[in-house]
């Protein structure tokens, strides 16, 4: 296709050369009506031809015959599928891309910068809800100003104020103008160690995820010996993300001793794995399997496979993430994962092909699995947990319906979902 388009850069070129058909023809010896056929992309050319135009247009011939970057045009193919209220007209995509490259690119930039915007529009979103220490920040601040502006009012309306009062107010403003300074100060420093951050502090479950993804979610420890407690935990700073990681690594080890890794690897040398399989294969259930499968060593599973773990209120007690997986860390996220949908079927293993909503829709085959995490005593009800195994979908999720999902409602594109909580705050032109 791309070198059907040897014509219109032709063409192009001698535009900006400035140069008249008939002279570019005069040049290499042909005629110009023959130059005409060739410039609409009506005769092939190669050969001493393409050399002779490409040193009349002062270019090198692989310019005239090679097609845009493959990730140009992919872009501007993204772009075309994004757009609300316009049709795009694909078929003429590379003919565009050859005879325009600068505008091309200035699509291309355009649309890379608008997903961007709407990627840092959804974390601060999330983030706004969710942060404590960014809600009472903000939360100070503005009570802060409310309280200056309320003495500021008093003093602007009130004519006959008695010296005494009057130095109260100047005093509680001058006051509170302090507290107003500090407390956005810490705000600021707030934010800015939060974004140059190497990696996330003061949320113990973050501080543990972010343990886990520097250490690849893999401990050679718990393949040999199993022993969770001779793991050295520095990095975390906090005693609650130790106590954390400690019970999530004791969980680790209890599933590795259950599956050991050279039985595991030979039961997935010829073939995916396929979890209920796995379950029945070692004696052990869904829940084990799935924790076990996403937390093997690099390289034992064809697919990178990501993980959430959540308990019965769906508030997210760990996330590994793979590429494309947009799972709010913090709540709220869409009730649509079958993550959630497995606590209203505890113990019944599920599997569903998801496509995830965004800019380039994801698809992923997910395996999740409710069981109860801790029971108290006769005739009370167990506290569940759930866990879900998340795999880019491959070639065995053909054929099954895909549930569609979206980041969470404030930030879902989609406009007729009936689980929708509230509105999104994306407009349709932006």
């Not at 999330?126 to 903000?138: I, K, N, V």
Request: with cysteine; hydrophobic share 40%.
């Amino acid at each position: 296709m791309r070198n059907t388009l040897t014509g219109s850069r032709i063409r192009e070129r001698r535009q900006i050369a400035g140069l008249r058909q008939a002279e570019l023809a005069r040049r290499v010896g042909i005629s110009a009506s023959y130059l005409n056929l060739i410039e609409h992309n009506r005769r092939r050319i190669g050969g001493k031809l393409l050399v002779d135009i490409a040193r009349a247009l002062s270019v090198e011939p692989s310019l005239l015959t090679q097609g845009i970057e493959a990730t140009l045009i992919s872009a501007l193919r993204e772009a075309a599928v994004d757009s609300v209220g316009h049709q795009a007209e694909l078929d003429v995509l590379e003919e565009f891309a050859g005879r325009f490259p600068g505008w091309a690119g200035v699509l291309a930039q355009m649309h890379r910068r608008v997903v961007s915007l709407e990627r840092t529009v959804e974390t601060l979103s999330d983030r706004l809800t969710h942060d404590p220490h960014l809600a009472a920040s903000m939360h100070e601040v503005l009570s802060t100003a409310a309280a200056i502006r309320s003495t500021a009012a008093i003093l602007a309306d009130t004519q006959d104020i008695d010296d005494e009062w009057q130095d109260r107010f100047h005093r509680n403003l001058h006051q509170d103008a302090e507290r107003l300074a500090d407390s956005s100060k810490a705000l600021v420093t707030y934010l800015d160690d939060s974004d140059s951050a190497a990696d996330p502090r003061g949320v113990p479950l973050e501080e543990v995820e972010a343990f886990f993804e520097a250490r690849g979610h893999s401990f050679p420890q718990l393949e040999t010996d199993g022993d969770a407690g001779a793991i050295d935990l520095g990095g975390l700073n906090t005693a609650a993300a130790r106590k954390v990681a400690r019970d999530l690594l004791n969980l680790c080890a209890a599933d590795a001793r259950a599956m050991p890794l050279n039985k595991l690897k030979a039961a997935l040398k010829e073939k995916e794995p396929e979890p209920i399989e796995l379950a029945q294969m070692f004696s052990v259930d869904m829940a084990t399997v799935l924790r076990r499968l996403a937390f093997l060593p690099e390289g034992c599973l064809q697919r990178p496979a990501g993980l959430a773990i959540c308990d019965a209120s769906g508030g997210i007690l760990f996330i590994k993430q793979i590429p494309g997986l947009a799972l709010p860390r913090h709540g709220e996220a869409c009730p649509l994962w079958p993550l959630y949908s497995a606590l209203n079927q505890p113990l019944v293993p599920i599997r569903r092909r998801i496509v995830q909503l965004g800019r380039s829709a994801a698809e992923f085959e997910c395996h999740a699995y409710a069981w109860p995490h801790s029971v108290s005593g006769y005739d009370l009800t167990p506290a569940y947990r759930s866990v879900m195994l998340v795999r880019p979908a491959g070639d065995s999720a053909l054929g099954t319906t895909a549930t569609t999902v979206g980041p969470n409602c404030r930030v879902c594109p989609s406009g007729d979902c009936e689980s929708r909580r509230e509105p999104s705050i994306l407009s349709e032109g932006f």
